[in-house]
């Protein structure tokens, strides 16, 4: 296997192995007050003040500044999908039961703002322990944490990395582990493929990172292939 290949194979594994991860506006890959994110923006995702005052409460939840102020809200659809619920409101007026289910956030859905800080409470997962990205900034991490390649850009870098040399790009029924699928239009947005069938992305602050079958997770654009040229 080349160095390419194993390039693009670790890429791919880094990307399902942080499955789970959380998203937020701005993220590139640390847990919360933890200074183990990209080394661009090592530090940039930080946990937010419990806010205490009924009806809303913020508790477990991170924040992030970038070009604005961003919250996560903890994969809350995702949580809602596979059956966990939100602890009562009534257990978030008792002091002693509210100190009693903090003691194992991981168990339940906490109340957060739903991504902007003007937007509205939802439940979610608690963020204690997380990693939070963006789109761009899951694809960052997975290419600095597989092939130790600092790099920041953003999706209309690779798109014009595809764009002008037509060898880098390839149709969705040839695509291989490690290579990055893009979409500019309705929104932009990046993600990896980690078999020929799946997709690795960090899809919403409501889904977090999650894995989608490859012919239904997005009309793309385009399929991009690193080369070494990009690892210069």
Not at 15 to 41: D, K, L, S
Not at 114 to 130: L, N, Q, T
């Amino acid at each position: 296997m080349t160095r390419l290949e194993t390039y693009r194979r670790n890429i791919s594994n880094v990307a399902r192995a942080e499955v789970g991860a959380h998203y937020i506006h701005g993220g590139f890959g640390n847990v919360p007050g933890v200074a183990n994110g990209h080394p661009t923006y090592p530090t940039r995702v930080v946990t937010a003040d419990r806010v205490s005052t009924w009806p809303r409460q913020i508790l477990f939840a991170a924040k992030c500044h970038s070009n604005r102020l961003a919250y996560c809200a903890g994969r809350f659809r995702e949580m809602e999908r596979i059956g966990r619920r939100p602890i009562a409101e009534s257990d978030l007026r008792d002091p002693t039961r509210l100190a009693e289910l903090q003691r194992t956030p991981d168990s339940y859905l906490w109340p957060r703002p739903y991504d902007r800080a003007e937007g509205p409470i939802v439940h979610g997962e608690s963020c204690v322990g997380k990693r939070h990205f963006d789109c761009v900034g899951f694809i960052d991490w997975c290419i600095f944490k597989a092939c130790g390649f600092r790099t920041r850009t953003d999706i209309e870098h690779y798109h014009r990395r595809g764009f002008s040399n037509s060898r880098l790009t390839v149709t969705i029924d040839h695509v291989r582990p490690g290579d990055l699928l893009i979409n500019r239009l309705p929104h932009q947005h990046i993600a990896v493929v980690i078999d020929q069938d799946q997709v690795a992305q960090a899809v919403s602050t409501d889904w977090g990172v999650k894995v989608s079958a490859l012919r239904t997770s997005g009309n793309w654009e385009m399929c991009l292939r690193l080369d070494d040229g990009f690892f210069q």
